[in-house]
């Protein structure tokens, strides 16, 4: 018998004073059977520091065409292509060719330096690409917060991303590895 996903709701209210963006999105976010709570919440951490009236989740997981969450323009140009794992440098390459803007987050304990040792000159040429590092400990705290009905707030100031419910909220720990010329 295939196992299926585990559906969550959320209710994020995201403040960017970055970017002057201020919105609350009901999220419907489906946890893959061979996902952890810890990546479904960095998907909602993502989201909240790139949300967008026309950001949306992929199919995820459950496509290896797609990538996490994208943003498409009303004409269906791909502004914005969100990943999150370690992905091979012909899958960014795909990204980078196909949308405007690529961020790829990266999680884990000692997998991100390994990787990034053997990708950071190859990534080099995509101008479109960003790379952020999300600090283990900040990983493990977002999970804190999974819950089948989340209330969640991100509030986005000077880089700095505080992400929480109405319990309390964790400063999350973010490295940017790579920014492109583009970013």
């Known amino acids: 018998m ?21 919105a609350t999105h009901n999220l419907t976010v489906a ?5 952890t709570e810890a990546r479904m919440m960095l998907r909602l951490m993502a989201f909240a520091l790139n949300a967008h009236e026309d950001l949306s989740f992929t199919r995820g997981l459950s496509s ?3 990538p996490d969450l994208w943003q498409h323009e009303p004409d269906q140009t791909l502004t914005h292509w969100i990943e999150l ?5 012909k899958r960014l ?23 990034w040792e053997g990708m950071h000159d190859k990534v080099r040429r995509f101008a479109n690409l960003r790379i952020v590092n999300v600090d283990p400990a900040s ?3 977002l999970a804190g ?12 100031q000077d880089g700095q991303l505080w992400f929480g419910d109405t319990a309390g909220s964790t ?4 490295a940017t590895w790579y920014a492109g010329s583009d970013w």
Do not use: F, N
Not at 85 to 89: A, I, L, R, T, V
Not at 95 to 107: I, K
Not at 171 to 174: A, G, H, I, K, P
């Open 85 to 89: 794992g370690m992905p091979d440098e």
């Open 93 to 115: 390459r795909k990204a980078c060719g196909l949308a405007r803007r690529v961020t790829v987050y990266v999680y884990g304990q000692r997998g991100p330096q390994v990787w």
């Open 139 to 141: 990983e493990a705290a």
């Open 64 to 66: 290896t065409e797609e």
């Open 2 to 22: 295939a196992l299926t996903a585990t559906i969550h709701k959320a209710e994020l209210t995201v403040s960017d004073m970055d970017r002057d963006y201020y």
């Open 145 to 156: 917060y999974c819950q089948r009905a989340m209330q969640l707030q991100a509030m986005i």
């Open 171 to 174: 400063e999350v720990s973010l």
């Open 31 to 35: 946890l893959h059977p061979s996902e």
